[in-house]
Nanobody, 130 residues
Framework: QLPLVESGGGLVQPGGSLRLACKASGFTLDSYHIGWFRQAPGKEREGVSCINRRNGFSLYSDSVKGRFTISKVYAANTVYLQMDNVQPEDAGIYYC???????????????????????WGQGTQVTVSS
């Protein structure tokens, strides 16, 4: 089993909503910090949102703040990214990734230091079009 598997991507109209899922296998959600990243064609990958492993502290990029919500459902061992009021600039491949406390400068999630994430899922495509 792959440690992280993303799903939920697809075609959404501008202003619409989509919920992405990051299913964890082989570990519990309290074991690692989880981040969501995205990469649009021709652009560098960027951090979108992340959530700490235990205290639930979360971060959002300025571009999605107020529109996206990250959450954990322990019963499903899944981290969700609820995307509301989706805009064309939100299109891209969305990846989730896991980070250990012992990697990096601080024991928390980060949107900027991608190299601190040890494992990445295969991604799910989000297309925004009317």
């Amino acid at each position: 089993q792959l440690p992280l598997v993303e799903s939920g991507g697809g075609l959404v109209q501008p202003g619409g909503s989509l919920r992405l899922a990051c299913k964890a296998s082989g570990f519990t959600l309290d074991s690692y910090h989880i981040g969501w990243f995205r990469q649009a064609p021709g652009k560098e990958r960027e951090g979108v949102s992340c959530i700490n492993r235990r205290n639930g502290f979360s971060l959002y990029s300025d571009s999605v703040k107020g529109r996206f919500t990250i959450s954990k459902v322990y019963a499903a061992n899944t981290v969700y990214l609820q995307m509301d009021n989706v805009q064309p600039e939100d299109a891209g491949i969305y990846y989730c990734a896991l980070k250990d406390d012992f990697v990096g400068a601080q024991p928390r999630c980060t949107l900027t230091r991608e190299n601190e994430y040890e494992y990445w899922g295969q991604g799910t495509q989000v297309t925004v079009s009317s």
